[in-house]
T-cell receptor
Framework: KAGVTQTPRYLIKTRGQQVTLSCSPI?????VSWYQQTPGQGLQFLFE???????NKGNFPGRFSGRQFSNSRSEMNVSTLELGDSALYLC?????FGQGLSGNTIYFGEGSWLTVV | AQSVSQHNHHVILSEAASLELGCNYS??????LFWYVQYPGQHLQLLLK????DPLVKGIKGFEAEFIKSKFSFNLRKPSVQWSDTAEYFC?????????????WGAGTKLIIKP
């Protein structure tokens, strides 16, 4: 079956602009998590959605927001972009929420590379 | 705050050498532990995981990891590496604290295998 699909793969934005990233999870998966990956810092958790509800949130400012639709597809939005927001944004899906709490496997997409200039 | 430490940021080995990548975490309660691998140009994929039972876990491609609770460690091992093991390896730990859970990631270890 198809994996986790993220669009767009690459984008360049200017400081102050906003951006919306999209994620389609694996069919049947209801949990979608978002991560920010930067060199040397690993993955930083942004938020997790399950059945259209935000279940958990990381330590990111309110400029970072997300939502999930009834078909489990999710979008992430970053407003008022800053240079430091340049990163790879990863989406991951799973059959249940909890980011592996019950031992469930998390499947990642290839990510969206965001460059802020 | 919970944290996961991967002590080696870069490791360079020759083919057939043995590998051990360190992973230590700070949380003392019940944890689930994961190793993920990211091959060049590919997405992150699960290598192996531990959430109960035998502390020695075997994963794909000949990798294994041992959960040592007393040392808060979950080191990744492979007896003989291949050039195709060149990748970045991430250790991650899920912990449940006061009804909140979070998957905490290490900074990653870049492994380069010389042919």
């Amino acid at each position: 079956k198809a994996g986790v699909t993220q669009t767009p793969r690459y984008l360049i934005k200017t400081r102050g602009q906003q951006v919306t990233l999209s994620c389609s999870p694996i069919s049947g998966h209801r949990s979608v998590s978002w991560y920010q990956q930067t060199p040397g810092q690993g993955l930083q958790f942004l938020f997790e959605y399950f059945s259209e509800t935000q279940r958990n949130k990381g330590n990111f400012p309110g400029r970072f927001s997300g939502r999930q639709f009834s078909n489990s597809r999710s979008e992430m939005n970053v407003s008022t972009l800053e240079l430091g927001d340049s990163a790879l944004y990863l989406c991951a899906s799973s059959s249940s929420f909890g980011q592996g709490l019950s031992g469930n496997t998390i499947y990642f997409g290839e990510g969206s590379w965001l460059t802020v200039v | 705050a919970q944290s996961v430490s991967q002590h080696n940021h870069h490791v360079i080995l020759s083919e057939a050498a043995s590998l051990e990548l360190g992973c230590n975490y700070s949380y003392g309660g019940t944890v689930n532990l994961f190793w993920y691998v990211q091959y060049p140009g590919q997405h992150l994929q699960l290598l192996l995981k531990y959430f109960s039972g035998d502390p020695l876990v075997k994963g794909i491609k000949g990798f294994e990891a041992e959960f040592i609770k007393s040392k808060f460690s979950f080191n990744l091992r492979k007896p003989s590496v291949q050039w195709s093991d060149t990748a970045e390896y991430f250790c991650a730990v899920t912990s449940l604290i006061d009804s909140n859970y979070q998957l905490i990631w290490g900074a990653g270890t870049k492994l380069i295998i010389k042919p």
